[in-house]
């Protein structure tokens, strides 16, 4: 925990009359730090919540967030794991694992996180859409597929299943269905190809090969 920071923030706490000893003050002030982007001193008010109540699995996941968005993805990873002691059946903590997993290339690892958050909130899109990238880059392509159509089937509305669905299919050279599969999402998003101008460049590379 930084000292400096926990003392100011302490001291705005006193000044606002707020019980220092209450976990509760401290998590909330985490959490109005956190939304108003002031990671670093979200991370210390939540660690100080842990403090007085080492049994706040909200606390420990949201002390992931914050370490997760300054790439202390081992120490994140611990904060969610000391969640997940409390609480195992929080399909976000498992999320957010999957994410530290993915992006520290522990692809088997993020695929049983994606896939028990899928579990535990099949309607949590984000999960299955990871799941399904997680998948692809482990090279289940058949699963990979399978997974993000799914995806489009319960909200069409989101672009990045139709992204990553459209990029897998250029990739397996499969380019015909890409291109028929990006018509069919400017029908339901028309401003898609604003969201996604990687794939837009892609495609266009594509044309130039063919």
Known sequence: MDTKIFN??????ENMEQDTRSAEVWYALGGDLYNAGHIAEAETAFRQ?????PGDAQAWCDLGATLFLQNKFDEAES???GSLEHNDEDSDVW????CIYNVTDRLDDAGIAFRRATELNPENVDAWVNLGVVLSNAGDVEGAE???RRSIE???EHFVGWLNLIALLYREGRSKEAGELHQKVLEIIPNFDDFADNIKEYVENIDDIN
Do not use: H, Q, S, V
């Open 49 to 53: 919540a842990i403090n007085l109540d």
């Open 95 to 98: 999320y957010n694992l999957g």
């Open 8 to 13: 100011d923030l302490t001291e705005e706490l």
């Open 79 to 81: 904060a969610f794991k």
């Open 146 to 148: 399978k997974i993000l």
């Open 154 to 156: 319960m909200r069409p």
